[in-house]
């Protein structure tokens, strides 16, 4: 089906080490969009991918559409306090419905 | 300013009684989505609106109710509802749907029935 597995379901780091979380599936996307979710907050997009291959980067985050437009990875460099919150994928499938479908998110907290 | 207010951002109602939930983007953005957001679950969409027009009912039960007066304004209308109702409500817009395009998000509205 069309359902995202984002992993890990959670991560503990320290400050200043990088971070590595991706969405898995087994229908092909066309889009995939990743969103960061503070507390209380609604999520903010962070990076969007439109291409089979495509990196992206913003700042510390780098996004890459995998070549089989079934999986995406996020990373993030030299993590922050300021970096804890939910990370979630969402994506649009081919051939599928026009509605984004959503990873059940990444919970990242950063020790200083 | 965001691009998405929603308001009220917390509600703790009744399960008799009516309230409603706003929505409004400043982004002159044509589509307009409610979303419910559950503890440990995916975001689940409820409503999606194209230029006024409502083009998706995601099954949600008849006790939500939306409005889209004009573009730039969405309503989710609220009665009689059940204790696992209470989640947080998010609000998106973005250009158009059907198209390759990025939503963005409003702050929620953190709902408990009581």
């Known amino acids: 089906g069309q359902q995202l597995n984002q992993s890990p379901q959670s991560m503990f780091i320290q400050e200043g080490e990088d971070v590595s979380m991706n969405c898995t599936s087994s229908?092909?996307?066309?889009?995939w969009l990743w969103y960061k979710q503070d507390p209380g907050e609604g999520p903010v997009l962070l990076i969007a991918?439109?291409?089979?291959?495509e990196l992206t980067s913003n700042g510390r985050l780098t996004a890459q559409f995998g070549i089989t437009r079934k999986d995406s990875f996020l990373n993030i460099s030299a993590s922050i306090p300021s970096d804890v919150g939910i990370y979630f994928c969402a994506g649009l499938a081919q051939g599928g419905s026009e509605k984004l479908v959503f990873g059940k998110g990444t919970k990242l907290t950063v020790n200083p | 300013e965001t691009g998405v207010t929603q308001t009220p951002r917390h509600l703790v109602m009744g399960m008799t009684n009516k309230k409603s939930l706003k929505c409004e983007q400043h982004?002159?953005?044509?589509?307009m989505y409610w979303y419910k957001q559950s503890a440990k679950k995916p975001l689940e969409l409820m409503f999606v609106?194209?230029?006024?027009?409502?083009?998706e009912n995601n099954s949600v039960p008849s006790r939500f109710s939306p409005e889209c007066p004009n573009s730039s304004h969405l309503f989710l209308h609220l009665h009689t509802l059940q204790p696992e109702d209470s989640a947080l409500y998010l609000c998106?817009?973005?250009?158009?749907?059907?198209?390759?395009?990025?939503?963005?998000f409003g702050p929620g509205t953190r709902l408990t029935v009581t």
């Open positions: 991918l439109y291409k089979a291959g």
């Open positions: 609106y194209n230029f006024k027009e409502q083009t």
């Open positions: 229908s092909i996307f066309n889009t």
């Open positions: 982004l002159g953005h044509n589509a």
């Open positions: 998106a817009s973005s250009h158009e749907t059907g198209l390759v395009d990025e939503q963005y």
